[in-house]
């Protein structure tokens, strides 16, 4: 099993920058993929961003340019940097990790607003 655990949301004006950080614990060692999706109301689930082991990265066209993931294999630790953020951008963010078995596990999912 995996636990994951978010911090780093909250409330930003148009045009500022969020950094989000989601650790992994448990079968750490059963990680391939880690990532980012995120659900607005009323809207589905959507990939952000994601990254392999190796640091092979993913992003939604909509985040191109202005997100950035990253990973720390040492820590187990996943990153995003979210810059020049719009208020399209608010929603509520999963952390995702798969493992090599294609088993998905989430985070409790942490709120980012984003103010116009």
């Known amino acids: 099993q995996v636990q994951l655990v978010e911090s780093g949301a909250g409330l930003v004006q148009a045009g500022g920058s969020l950094r989000l950080s989601c650790a992994a614990s448990?079968?750490?060692?059963?990680?391939?993929?880690m990532g980012w999706y995120r659900q607005a109301p009323g809207k589905q689930r959507e990939l952000v961003a994601k990254i392999s082991r190796v640091g092979s990265t993913n992003y939604a066209d909509s985040v191109k340019g202005r997100f950035t993931i990253s990973r720390d294999n040492a820590k187990n630790t996943v990153y995003l940097q979210m810059n020049s953020l719009k208020p399209e951008d608010t929603a509520v963010y999963y952390c995702?990790?798969?493992?090599?078995?294609?088993?998905?596990?989430w985070g409790q999912g942490t709120q980012v607003t984003v103010s116009s």
């Open positions: 995702n990790a798969v493992s090599w078995a294609l088993t998905n596990y």
């Open positions: 448990g079968s750490t060692f059963s990680i391939n993929f």
